[in-house]
Nanobody, 127 residues
Framework: QVQLVESGGASVQAGGSLRLSCAASEYTYSGTCMGWFRQAPGKEREGVAVIYKGDGSTYYADSVKGRFTISQDNAKNTLYLQMNSLKPEDTSMYYC????????????????????WGQGTQVTVSS
């Protein structure tokens, strides 16, 4: 069973940048979707970005397009989320998730697609 551990959350001012990391406990096969999600208090979990390990294809929520970049380092079995031009509305707990799949798509921005989750890392953006 894959275990995922996020890190890199912090408090930053609006306009700043952060890079989140998600380390997987074991090899995740090329047929794996990996995603970043976020959840603010009282709100539903929201898909932020997804990457398919097999070919590196990526999908983003409209709210973060052009500001966030998802990437992977297969040698380190680590997933990243580079967040630039942060806004107060980006404040959330951020989670990474993984699921074996023959493909990824924008549909994998939905949390119910995933069985493996990390414990989350908090990002707070102040104005």
């Amino acid at each position: 069973q894959v275990q995922l551990v996020e890190s890199g959350g912090a408090s930053v001012q609006a306009g700043g940048s952060l890079r989140l990391s998600c380390a997987a406990s074991e090899y995740t096969y090329s047929g794996t979707c990996m995603g970043w999600f976020r959840q603010a208090p009282g709100k539903e979990r929201e898909g932020v970005a997804v990457i398919y390990k097999g070919d590196g294809s990526t999908y983003y929520a409209d709210s973060v397009k052009g500001r966030f970049t998802i990437s992977q380092d297969n040698a380190k079995n680590t997933l990243y989320l580079q967040m630039n031009s942060l806004k107060p509305e980006d404040t959330s707990m951020y989670y990474c998730a993984a699921e074996r799949s023959p493909y990824c798509s924008g549909g994998y921005l939905k949390s119910e697609r995933y069985n493996y989750w990390g414990q989350g890392t908090q990002v707070t953006v102040s104005s």
